[in-house]
């Protein structure tokens, strides 16, 4: 069965460190994955997609298929980025998302 | 435009009685979801519409109901609540192909 893990339910840094929040998928084929985002009396929104290959706010995702990880980074951690964080896969064609468990960051001033 | 909409934003129920949570988009997006959200676990899919007329079971559909009214309205029924349905719900919609997922504010359900 399809699986997102996210080993730490929270992460606690210091501003101006760097972040990484981890996530790993079981999928044999090639995978759709996404980083959700969710901020204090926010909605929970997309914050970006291995596909584009963009930077959102400062955050990047690279796809690693040997370790199937699509780990969340960010160089710099500032307040504002205090949330919770899903990583998700899609499964099949109907637009069906598979959540991880969730990390919840924590940047401290 | 209001998104994805959802009522009630909190209920309170005693096991065993029923209730109907109400999920509206106005995006013309022709897919629609319901997840719970509980500590530890993320969100889990309960049911899904793929298209009007059209419902799916998802990861966690034990105990629950859904009924597609349209291509706007997508609304969850819980026919006997029991303490294991204490979560918040979370109503999404997307265009099913671009795969980004629009959500709701959530409704918090307690039941006691």
């Known amino acids: 069965a399809q699986r997102v893990t996210q080993p730490e339910k929270l992460l606690s840094v210091f501003k101006g460190a760097p972040v990484e929040l981890k996530c790993n998928y079981s999928?044999?084929?090639?995978?759709?994955l996404f980083w959700y985002v969710q901020y204090s009396r926010q909605r929970l929104q997309l914050l970006l997609r291995?596909?584009s290959r963009e930077s959102i706010k400062g955050f990047t995702a690279d796809l690693n298929k040997g370790e199937t990880s699509f780990h969340l980074k960010k160089p710099f951690a500032q307040e504002e980025d205090s949330a919770m964080y899903y990583c998700?896969?899609?499964?099949?064609?109907?637009?069906?998302?598979?959540f991880g468990q969730g990390t919840t960051l924590q940047v401290k001033p | 435009n209001a998104g994805v909409t959802q009522t009630p934003k909190f209920q309170v129920l005693k096991t065993g009685q029923s209730m109907t949570l109400q999920c509206a988009q106005d995006?013309?997006?022709?897919?629609m979801y319901w997840y719970r959200q509980d500590p530890g676990m993320g969100l889990r899919l309960i049911y899904y519409?793929?298209?009007?007329?059209?419902?799916d079971k998802g990861e966690v559909p034990n105990g629950y109901n859904v009924s597609r009214l349209n291509k706007r309205e997508f609304s969850l029924r819980l026919e006997s609540a029991a303490p294991s349905q204490t979560s918040v719900y979370f109503c999404?919609?997307?265009?099913?192909?671009?795969?980004?997922?629009?959500f709701g504010p959530g409704t918090r359900l307690t039941v006691t």
């Open positions: 999404a919609s997307s265009t099913g192909k671009s795969y980004e997922q629009y």
């Open positions: 995006m013309n997006h022709n897919s």
């Open positions: 998700a896969h899609l499964s099949g064609n109907t637009g069906k998302l598979i």
């Open positions: 999928y044999s084929g090639s995978p759709e």
């Open positions: 291995h596909i």
């Open positions: 519409s793929a298209s009007e007329g059209t419902t």
